[in-house]
């Protein structure tokens, strides 16, 4: 799986996926606390950072940013993205609408640079139970650089997630996805699938986890990985993060290393 595969697995992110939170604490902020819609509150429900997605939605008529910077290294060659914007729009309570507008891919090794891939979807988030947050997102990618030489062509992925409150400081978050893309150069349309499960701890307004991620492809094993971030509330509507990532060389990237920030308008 390439870095630009696995990027279509993280984009309703993000990356940095699993990451969000409970509502009744504003430290809840990281990806994979996150179990309730938002309310008129206001307070953030990030879709960043980890593997998963936000089982919340942005409030009604409010927008969303969140952006970040991303490093990693496959082998001798390192890749760095930087720029792109989640815009998220809520709709309904329960319904948000996403735009993900492109930013900047620059390979050191092979001295190379291009556009990161956008993407229009929506995500659905609803509460279970006061414990239990479900979420679905589905988006539509445009990889711009694969396109622009004639290469490839858009793809669909959908990610559900789960997200339980165990405690007052600890969540779990269960995440599922799948992608459907025309391969780089070839014919016909591939999948590529992807797992996590992750445990995450809020401390005041901080909050950190750990993910355990699972990855396959048509044609190819699957490929275990491991992450691990942390994302702190600034204030109830300002959130930064940062995470690191691992990957078996099989899944096309060793390690990745991200810092972002999200925020609600």
């Known amino acids: 799986m390439t870095l630009r595969t696995t990027s279509l697995l993280v984009m309703m992110v993000g990356l940095a996926l699993a990451d969000q939170q409970a509502h009744a604490n504003p430290a809840d ?31 009604p008529w409010r927008l969303a940013l969140e952006t970040g910077m991303t490093m990693g290294t496959e082998g001798a060659e390192t890749n760095v993205e930087i720029g792109a914007i989640l815009v998220r729009m809520g709709i309904t309570p329960w319904l948000e609408a996403r735009v993900l ?37 589905t988006m539509v990618g445009f990889p711009l650089s694969d396109l622009a030489d004639g290469e490839g062509g858009p793809g669909l992925s959908s990610s ?40 995450a701890a809020s401390f005041d307004d901080t909050s950190i986890y750990a993910e355990a991620v699972l990855l396959a ?19 109830d509507t300002l959130q930064i993060d940062l995470h690191l990532d ?10 990745l290393v991200g810092l972002g920030v999200a925020t609600l308008l």
């Open 29 to 59: 902020a990281s990806a994979p606390v996150d179990v309730a819609p938002a309310s008129s509150d206001a307070v953030l429900s990030a879709a960043r950072p980890g593997f998963g997605d936000t089982t919340s939605t942005v409030p």
């Open 101 to 137: 507008a492109p930013g900047l891919s620059v390979s050191a090794g092979a001295s190379e640079a291009g556009a990161t891939d956008a993407g229009l979807g929506l995500c659905v988030g609803f509460a279970l139970h006061d414990r239990i947050g479900l979420g679905l997102t």
């Open 160 to 199: 559900l997630n789960l997200g339980v409150t165990l405690s007052d400081t600890l969540s779990l978050a269960v995440t599922a996805v799948v992608g459907f893309v025309q391969p780089q150069g070839g014919a016909g349309i591939s999948w590529d699938a992807g797992g996590a499960v992750a445990l």
């Open 217 to 235: 492809a048509e044609g190819a094993e699957a490929t275990p990985g491991f992450g691990v971030g942390v994302a702190r509330m600034l204030t």
């Open 246 to 255: 691992y990957r078996m060389p099989a899944a096309g990237t060793d390690v």
